[in-house]
């Protein structure tokens, strides 16, 4: 069945690095994604890893991807108090099928 | 218009009472999805319409929640005789099905829908 799975919760010093992980259980998942949440809005959209891909960079988050142990992570560099949010981790299975999430890790960023 | 929009963005209403919550997709998009965020959870999803296929309703808690897409624009989602657990926020999400890959969902603000 489709599952994805993160911590809840992560809390980082300002100027540190951020690391928030997810797990999947589809190994068919063709694109994987990361939404961040700000209080009171919706969902935009961070980031997304094609599964033939093992890392993307993208100025200060990294994605990496392992396909053997379904792992996927975002790495925040110099994470700043703007970066506090929720992180949502999202897979896509098949074309025409809705993106299954996390419940989301909710990061506080300590100045 | 240039983004998702919901509405109302806050909704009280009493055990009982049905209730109607609104999303505009962004103009072009062919799919409009809804999931629930409740306290706690992720979001669940609810429903998605794509173009002028049946939607896909497998998400829908009970029968007390509807939803419909006019014109392949804007959808209204219906929730009769609510209850409390059905208090969350309501988030409508939209996508151009050809290049997902790229710009994922666009979602709405959301409505906060507190049943008391």
């Known amino acids: 069945g489709e599952d994805v799975e993160q911590s809840l919760f992560l809390s980082v010093r300002e100027g540190d690095s951020s690391v928030i992980n997810c797990t999947y259980t589809?190994?068919?998942?063709?694109?994987l994604y990361w939404y961040k949440q700000e209080p009171g809005a919706g969902l935009q959209l961070l980031t997304y890893?094609?599964?033939?891909?093992d890392m993307k960079q993208d100025q200060r988050l990294t994605v990496l991807l392992n396909k053997k142990d379904k792992h996927l992570s975002l790495r925040i560099a110099d994470t700043q108090t703007g970066d506090s949010a929720i992180y949502f981790c999202?897979?896509?299975?098949?074309?025409?099928?809705?993106?299954?999430f996390g419940k989301g890790t909710r990061l506080s960023v300590i100045a | 218009g240039a983004g998702v929009s919901q509405s109302p963005s806050n909704k009280v209403t009493e055990k009982g009472k049905d209730v109607e919550l609104r999303c505009d997709p962004i103009?072009?998009?062919?799919?409009l999805y809804w999931y629930r965020q409740s306290l706690g959870q992720g979001l669940e999803f609810l429903i998605y319409?794509?173009?002028?296929?049946?939607?896909?309703k497998s998400g829908l808690p009970s029968d007390r929640f509807s939803a419909e897409r006019t014109g392949g624009s804007v959808s209204t989602l219906t929730i009769q005789r609510t209850q409390q657990e059905d208090s969350a926020v309501y988030l409508c999400?939209?996508?151009?099905?050809?290049?997902?890959?790229?710009?994922?969902?666009?979602f709405g603000s959301g409505t906060r829908l507190t049943v008391v």
């Open positions: 999400a939209s996508s151009y099905e050809g290049d997902r890959a790229n710009y994922g969902y666009t």
């Open positions: 589809d190994s068919s998942s063709t694109y």
């Open positions: 890893i094609f599964s033939n891909m």
């Open positions: 999202a897979e896509s299975i098949r074309g025409n099928t809705p993106l299954v």
């Open positions: 103009s072009g998009h062919t799919a």
């Open positions: 319409f794509q173009g002028n296929s049946a939607p896909d």
